[in-house]
């Protein structure tokens, strides 16, 4: 029995490090809430945006949860469910990068008798907030797509279906709570250069092209 139990347990590792192989690139690549993250770290910084964080993990997890219960299958196939879910990430995604690409720009640091500043020069902005993340996970085509393919092409412990599905999940969340993480924390690398006025917007209009060219590339995959 002790061989046998050790084989199985390699064999739940060695399906567990190909899954993560295959999730990490294709759930980890540009897609429209990884930049909207991206672009939000680099336009507000990462404090501010930790609650629209929070919103994209726990969507993308409800995501997985779906495809996991087949409840995914079965709202992608009724014509109408799946309209709605694209019409409202297209029209929150194209929102998010009119407000990346008007964001007032962060002034650098200044000295101790330099740090209030008139209403003019510091122009109030939020990020986006833990609510649109919770929207645009849910109502990203990228999400079921990426997460869809890889539930359905491995399976970890195939000797117990609910054992197999335990792991992927569990698997797959923590995935979805790093490559998100990262993309945040990568758009926050460019506050630092954000201090000049016209270099700043021109890193902001970029962010929310690439986020609009995100949301075309996977409508196009859809179709």
Known sequence: MA???????????????????AALPLMGSPGPATISLAASG?????????????GIIIGTIAVLLMVATGIAAALLAHP???????AIAA???????????TAPIRPASKPAHQT??????TPEAKAP???GGVMLAIANPKAFAAIGAVYAAHAIAPH?????NTLKITALALVIVLVNSLWLVFGAGFARLL??????????ILFAVLLVASLAMALLSLS
């Open 160 to 164: 117990s279906l609910w054992l197999d």
């Open 91 to 101: 029209i929150y995604i194209l929102y998010l990068a009119w407000k990346i690409a």
């Open 129 to 131: 907030d833990f609510r």
């Open 80 to 86: 109408v469910a799946g309209q709605v879910l694209t």
């Open 42 to 54: 680099s336009a507000f910084g990462i404090r501010p945006s930790l609650g629209y964080l929070g």
């Open 116 to 121: 209030q500043a008139s209403p003019e020069t």
């Open 3 to 21: 061989p046998k139990t050790e084989k199985a347990r390699n064999m739940v590792i060695e399906n567990l490090l190909l899954l993560w192989l």
């Open 195 to 204: 201090s000049d006025p016209r270099f700043g917007r021109l890193i902001n």
